[in-house]
């Protein structure tokens, strides 16, 4: 069972910048796609970003390119996702979730097909 924890969540003002981080052991090995997704109150789950294994493709959202990045330090066992210039509609709760890789890995961002997911960390902005 794959496990990890999110953290780095807060209340930030709009244009501000935040880090988010989602670790645990194996959670970078070669077996597992991760995929950042978020979900606001009354709003379904939105894929943000995905990065393969060897970080050989990575994917964003439209909604987010330019101003989030997404990350892996393979010595740290973590996945980081980078948000800046933040806006109020970024308001979320953010997930990691992992998937086994497959050649398919990040071409889309479906959240079916992740089967690892981690408990949320709370992203608010304020106008």
Not at 7 to 21: K, T
Request: charged share 20%; glycine share 12%; with cysteine.
């Amino acid at each position: 069972q794959l496990q990890f924890v999110e953290s780095g969540g807060g209340l930030v003002h709009q244009g501000g910048s935040l880090r988010l981080s989602c670790a645990g052991p194996d959670f970078t090995s070669n077996y597992y796609a991760i995929g950042w997704f978020r979900q606001a109150p009354g709003k379904e789950r939105e894929g943000v970003s995905c990065i393969t294994p060897d970080g050989g493709k990575i994917n964003y959202a439209d909604s987010v390119k330019a101003r989030f990045t997404i990350s892996k330090d393979h010595a740290k066992n973590t996945v980081y996702l980078q948000i800046n210039n933040l806006k109020p509609e970024d308001t979320a709760v953010y997930y990691c979730a992992a998937e086994t890789a497959t050649g398919r890995s990040c071409e889309m961002l479906i959240a079916g097909r992740y089967g690892y997911w981690g408990q949320g960390t709370q992203v608010t902005v304020s106008s």
